[in-house]
């Protein structure tokens, strides 16, 4: 599709009256709709640092800028892709250094 195109069915588009737009396909908005609709969109972002292997980093980058926000986006369908997780009743235990059961030489 070509600029010229696009610039054409835009002028159409903003010529036409709000009386003239079909919403007949459209249901209307009850209020279970508003009170589902808490939710802000996009999340807040968090800063942190995170360490990734230099090979994934390059490569992230290599497909040019916004590799942060790329590496949020991969991160997303991931956790998506996921089931939902039940809450658990027992708070998570304290990450305690060990030697992970291994005998040290």
Do not use: V
């Amino acid at each position: 599709m070509s600029k010229k195109s696009i610039k054409s069915d835009l002028a159409r588009i903003d010529r036409i009256k709000d009386a003239e737009i079909d919403y007949s396909d459209i249901p209307p908005l009850d209020k279970s709709f508003y009170t589902k609709a808490t939710e802000a969109w996009p999340p807040t972002k968090q800063q942190l640092t995170i360490r990734l292997d230099t090979d994934l980093l390059k490569w992230l980058k290599a497909h040019g800028k916004g590799y942060q926000t790329r590496i949020n986006r991969i991160l997303r369908a991931a956790m998506e892709s996921q089931p939902p997780r039940r809450a658990s009743s027992t708070p998570p235990k304290k990450n305690t250094r060990s030697s992970g059961g291994f005998k040290r030489a």
